[in-house]
């Protein structure tokens, strides 16, 4: 098993995790209807996905 042969000292640990941040996720636009969707789903507005009708959504 792998052992460190030297105690790695909290700044060198903190600078190697700097970039480990969470990122917001990418919101789109439906082409049908301009509600906000995320990428790669169905809208919850309309229910269409690539111009096409894929879920029916009722109507409020």
């Known amino acids: 098993m792998a052992v460190p042969k030297r105690k790695i ?3 060198r640990g903190r600078k190697r995790r700097t970039h480990w941040v969470a990122k917001a996720p990418q919101v789109g636009t439906c082409t049908q209807c301009n ?3 995320l990428p790669y789903r169905a809208c919850p507005e309309c229910g269409t996905y690539k111009g096409r009708n ?3 959504v009722k109507g409020a």
């Open 9 to 11: 000292s909290k700044t």
């Open 35 to 37: 509600a906000p969707i």
């Open 54 to 56: 894929v879920i029916s």
